[in-house]
């Protein structure tokens, strides 16, 4: 059986590197840390990693907790979760919650029986139950994405309300007076930024708010559609819309076009997310970028501070937002 002084002497380093390169690769340079991943894989070296956790006192692994798996967004945010997690020699474990409370606050338990190290939570609520959320004990969970503002746990997202008025004064700027709102579950804080960042921008620019230029989603594909059908039958349809995620943007431009519409002749489109195939679709979908693979290492960045045990100075954390203006948009039409 191989040993670390067989991955020492294959690498050309000592022993104590090979042992940092493994248990806290953060402090070593990346090219040492690769030179000494490679020669471990040359001589077929396996540490002993519950010798490492019981030492330790550390899994060596983060769980994440995501209300939907398939959702591109989401998969992307992870992807970045990975990056950052391995680069410190951690592991991930998701959990795709379906957005189950229940379920939730089950997979936190391994947080609390030590089978984890810390959680980073991408839906909108604590992971556990109120009895911890009030004990004062600063456990290392980090919320992403989907944010609550109550102060339990360090926050990564977006200025939700800022992007959403960004992209509606763009679309008044075109001469749209009737835009559309496809948006999310009315009980997320999504929802509640992005729908107070297009009441303030119609204010600012004088145009009056109109509850029935508004329908409810929950970011599918078939809600988009639905919902463009639905306020394009109304006596006053509107001239563009704004979906509150790039997929039921993409639903909505089938509902138009079904509907007997052209789009951006007849109805603007835009979406949120900036989704990779946005770029793709005919025509190509203006959308809120959102830098979605940078979530996770500024969430795992935080989390680790958490677990080293570490001040946390900065607990709510805004990442940057752009316009990424395509074809779907355009003047409204000259009738309007």
Do not use: W
Not at 3 to 27: F, H, L
Not at 126 to 152: F, H, M, T, W
Not at 160 to 181: D, F, Q, S, W
Not at 267 to 272: D, H, L
């Amino acid at each position: 059986m191989t040993n670390i002084r067989e991955v020492a002497k294959k690498a050309g380093v000592s022993v104590a590197t090979v042992s940092r390169a493994m248990q806290k690769p953060d402090v070593v340079s990346e090219k040492t840390r690769k030179k000494v991943e490679e020669a471990a894989r040359d001589v077929g070296y396996k540490p002993n990693m519950m010798a490492q956790v019981f030492r330790s006192k550390k899994t060596y692994s983060i769980l994440v907790l995501v209300p939907d798996m398939s959702n591109p967004f989401f998969a992307r945010v992870i992807s970045g979760i990975q990056k950052a997690a391995r680069a410190r020699g951690y592991n991930v474990v998701l959990g795709n919650t379906l957005g189950n409370i229940k379920t939730e606050q089950e997979l936190a338990q391994l947080l609390l029986t030590s089978q984890t190290d810390g959680i980073i939570q991408l839906s909108a609520r604590y992971p556990l139950d109120d009895r911890e959320r009030k004990s004062g004990q600063a456990l290392p969970i980090v919320n992403c994405c989907e944010c609550v503002d109550d102060g339990s746990m360090p926050t990564i997202q977006l200025d939700n309300k800022e992007a959403a008025k960004a992209i509606i004064n763009y679309l008044i700027g075109l001469g749209h007076r009737r835009i559309g709102v496809i948006a999310g579950p009315p009980q997320s804080p999504l929802t509640r930024d992005r729908m107070a960042g297009y009441r303030e921008a119609l204010e600012s620019q004088g145009l009056v708010y109109d509850e029935s230029l508004v329908v409810e989603g929950d970011y599918s594909l078939e809600a988009g559609e639905k919902g463009a059908r639905l306020l394009l039958s109304g006596d006053q349809s509107p001239t563009a819309l704004f979906c509150f995620n790039d997929e039921m943007a993409f639903g909505a431009m089938r509902g138009i076009k079904h509907a007997g519409y052209g789009v951006p002749a007849d109805v603007s489109v835009a979406g949120f997310d900036d989704l990779p195939f946005s770029k793709y679709m005919e025509p190509a979908l203006t959308s809120v970028r959102q830098p979605s693979e940078e979530f996770g290492p500024a969430a795992v960045s935080q989390l680790f501070k958490m677990i080293d045990g570490q001040e946390i100075t900065r607990r709510n954390q805004l990442m940057p937002f752009e316009l990424a203006i395509r074809a779907s948009t355009g003047p409204a039409p000259k009738s309007e």
